[in-house]
């Protein structure tokens, strides 16, 4: 089961990266580990904009978006402060959701506002 949800993670950020690259970002880098705060799954440029994008996905009837939990929002907001210094980045950011069901694919962008 556990090798399983990891192949479903590969799969929907592979989609993920070509969706985005469709839409207009740059991927600049995928799964940046920050140590302890953890991972984010996407990093990708858009008008001068930096995205840490989280994605979630599933088969069958569970929806991704109850996996974006306030916990997981706020590892993936401490991971970003993370790229940005040790990157020494200092330019706007906001954090997304990227949600695949099945086929569809959702972005939802700055989820913490």
């Known amino acids: 089961m556990h090798r399983d949800r990891r ?6 950020e592979s989609a993920a990266t070509a969706y985005l690259q469709a839409k207009g970002f740059r991927i600049v880098e995928r ?4 140590g302890r705060l953890g991972e984010i799954d996407i990093v990708a440029m858009r008008g001068g904009v930096l995205h840490f994008i989280e ?28 790229y940005m210094k040790k990157k020494g980045v ?24």
């Open 90 to 113: 200092d330019i706007p950011f906001c954090i997304d959701a990227l949600l695949i069901r099945g086929g569809e694919i959702e972005l939802i962008e700055n989820i913490t506002l």
């Open 55 to 82: 994605v979630k996905s599933s088969k069958g009837t569970f929806d991704p978006i109850y996996n974006i939990t306030p916990g997981k929002t706020k590892r993936v907001i401490n991971s970003a402060y993370h």
């Open 31 to 34: 799964n940046y580990y920050a």
């Open 7 to 12: 192949s479903l993670g590969r799969e929907g």
